[in-house]
């Protein structure tokens, strides 16, 4: 069975009365079964209204959790939104970013989900509703392995919060594949810094994908980097090989698992320069 | 089943099929519209590329249920009579293709990228958004002169106003 809910009250109801399985985009589900028929059952979400649109509020920014990638990255958001919006032009190619969302790319929960890192040095939220309401919780709440979630079986998300509060700062997304684009992630690395009136950094984020089984922030080095000016330091001696050694990458056939930390470890120093360089602008 | 209906090059079209049927293969079976091709199935290749209500997507990522009601642009749907669309024509003379199979993909991504960009294309953007369309014939150098072209030629009558 196919269903087609136009309204998100309306799939709550399908979801709980026959189960199936959600589908936004469609780049994750219609892939991964090559040339098997497709599930029995589906739940096209792609006209529910309510997952639809970014909007601005007083607080917090939101992003329906059925928002392409493709109408993230044209949306006209804040500066320090850059590093989710460089992720949303760099998630698959041109026509996965017409189709595939950011609800579906954080549901299906993929180590290498282009979208958790950035969402995680934002300080997002999601909201999942389902049939006994509604409920938030912080993006690193949610995530919590390889395809893992804390989404019940009878929810489905319908909105990314992003807070105002860090928008003024800059951020920065870095991604390293074997080639540019239509490639599954290496390690990727998003950074959001704050500067405060003394010219040096205030507040700091950083998270780093598909370098453990869901992506993380580097606390430590994070309290580190306030009050600090990176300017002039290399990328290098910005992150200590100390600051990625909680990470926990594998060893596959894109990269090993040393590799991976190396990586993740210059990454990170570059994306800090380059967050601190947009924030200084 | 279900009776799917769309609008496939201008012109309304309605078949019954199992709700399962992704939209590739409704075009190629369902209506016969064979120019769309399926390459990998797993939506890495590009060759199964077709406009849904003006957004290039891949038709193996989507279901044809989803795309009822939709306006879809197939590669038959881009040439007037016998005259090719500018960017077939550029693929012929360019010779953009060797094999030809990745071709419908190639031009359906290439006709969304000149219209976004308003023929204002370098090769940098172009090989950049070629990515999601892979040709095993390697040919990659006379398709991106194809394009280049063809956004020139797209872009001189506005130009000339």
């Known amino acids: 069975m196919f269903w087609q809910p136009t309204s998100l009250q309306e799939a709550v109801r399908l979801l709980a009365d026959e189960g199936g399985i959600l589908v936004a985009g469609g780049t994750d589900v219609f892939p991964a079964l090559v040339d098997r028929p497709s599930p029995a059952g589906l739940i096209d979400l792609t006209r529910c209204a309510e997952l639809k649109g970014i909007a601005i509020g007083a607080d917090a920014i939101r992003i329906g959790a059925g928002s392409r990638w493709s109408e993230i990255a044209r949306a ?184 991976r930390l190396d990586a993740a470890r210059e990454l990170v120093g570059r994306a800090i320069l380059q967050a601190w360089e947009a924030a200084r602008a | 089943m279900t009776t799917v209906s769309m609008t496939v090059n201008g012109r309304q079209v309605s078949a019954d099929v199992e709700d399962r049927t992704l939209l590739v293969d409704y075009l190629r079976n369902a209506i016969s519209l064979t120019g769309t091709h399926v390459g990998c199935d797993t939506s890495q290749c590009g060759a199964c590329v077709v406009h849904v209500d003006g957004r290039a997507v891949k038709s193996c990522t989507m279901l044809a249920v989803q795309a009822a009601g939709s306006s879809v642009t197939t590669i038959e749907g881009l040439a007037t009579g016998d005259e090719l669309h500018p960017v077939q024509a550029a693929f012929r003379e360019h010779h953009g293709l060797q094999c030809g199979f990745c071709t419908p993909g190639m031009i359906m991504t290439a006709v969304d990228m000149i219209r976004r960009h308003g023929g204002q294309l370098d090769e940098a953007t172009v090989r950049h958004e070629l990515e999601g369309n892979i040709c095993r014939c390697t040919g990659y150098h006379n398709i991106v002169k194809a394009i280049l072209d063809a956004a020139a030629k797209m872009q001189m009558p506005a130009a000339a106003e």
Not at chain 1, 118 to 136: C, F, K, N, T
């Open chain 1, 76 to 259: 006209s958001l804040p500066r320090g939104l850059a590093a989710l919006q460089a992720a949303a032009r760099e998630v698959g190619s041109v026509q996965i970013q017409n189709s595939g969302t950011i609800g579906g790319n954080l549901c299906n929960a993929s180590p290498a989900a282009d979208g958790v890192p950035p969402l995680l040095a934002l300080d997002a939220a999601i909201e999942l509703v389902g049939p006994h309401g509604l409920r938030r919780l912080r993006v690193g709440d949610f995530v919590l392995g390889n395809r893992r979630t804390a989404r019940a079986a009878d929810e489905i998300l319908s909105a990314v919060l992003i807070p105002r509060r860090l928008e003024a700062g800059g951020s920065a997304f870095l991604k390293l594949g074997a080639r540019r684009y239509m490639v599954i992630s290496i390690v990727m690395v998003a950074v959001t810094l704050v500067p405060g009136p003394d010219g040096r950094i205030a507040d700091a984020r950083v998270a780093v994908g598909a370098a453990s089984a869901a992506a993380q922030r580097l606390g430590g080095l994070e309290a580190r980097l306030i009050g600090t000016d990176p300017v002039g330091s290399a990328p290098a001696d910005l992150v200590s090989a100390a600051d990625v050694a909680g990470l926990s990458p594998i060893d596959d056939v894109r990269a090993s698992a040393a590799y």
